[in-house]
């Protein structure tokens, strides 16, 4: 149950994260240094609808309208019949960054808003930093907190081992 919980919340976050401008009481922030320019970085994980070919917890993904214009859609499979909705609210490819806000979810949130940003560092890497704000709905703040860290923790590393120089 617990992995099932894991999967739903990721995939919450990151319909959530698109959205800069939450207003929950709430807030994760995680980040990750990826060893590839922001560019070839955003390759990857700069399509709204790419989430499943990043994350872990991601089965498939399903684009409706302008997946760089605030207020497409998308479906994220869950695996095993649950789905996340989320919309996007905001897109600069130059910027390399999103946001996007949960709509419907098996997790324990409302009011869920997030954002993914890649920046340069000054060695030519990648910051890839998610962020999100929410309010927990139906269980206690500390264990959704948890959720969201583990969600997006999953997709980072994720998003690092492709990088990764053998």
């Not at 499943?52 to 499979?77: F, Q, Y």
């Not at 946001?99 to 324990?108: E, R």
């Not at 009011?111 to 999100?132: C, F, H, R």
């Amino acid at each position: 149950m617990n992995a099932t919980i894991a999967k739903i919340a990721g995939t919450t976050l990151l319909a959530l994260a698109g959205n800069c401008f939450a207003v929950g009481g709430l807030s994760v922030s995680r980040e990750a240094t990826i060893d590839s320019s922001p560019d070839t970085v955003w390759k990857l994980v700069g399509g709204f609808n790419a989430l499943d070919v990043w994350h872990p917890a991601i089965k498939g993904s399903k684009l409706t309208g302008n997946g760089t214009r605030a207020g497409a859609m998308r479906l994220l499979d869950l695996g095993g019949g649950a789905t996340v909705s989320e919309k996007l609210t905001a897109y600069n490819a130059a910027k390399h960054s999103y946001s996007y806000m949960l709509l419907k979810a098996p997790l324990p949130v409302k009011n869920y808003a997030a954002t993914i940003v890649l920046s340069p560092t000054a060695d030519g890497k990648t910051l890839m930093k998610w962020s999100s704000s929410f309010d927990a709905a139906g269980a206690p703040d500390g264990q959704v907190t948890e959720i969201i860290q583990g969600l997006y923790d999953a997709g980072l590393a994720k998003v690092v081992a492709n990088f990764a120089k053998q």
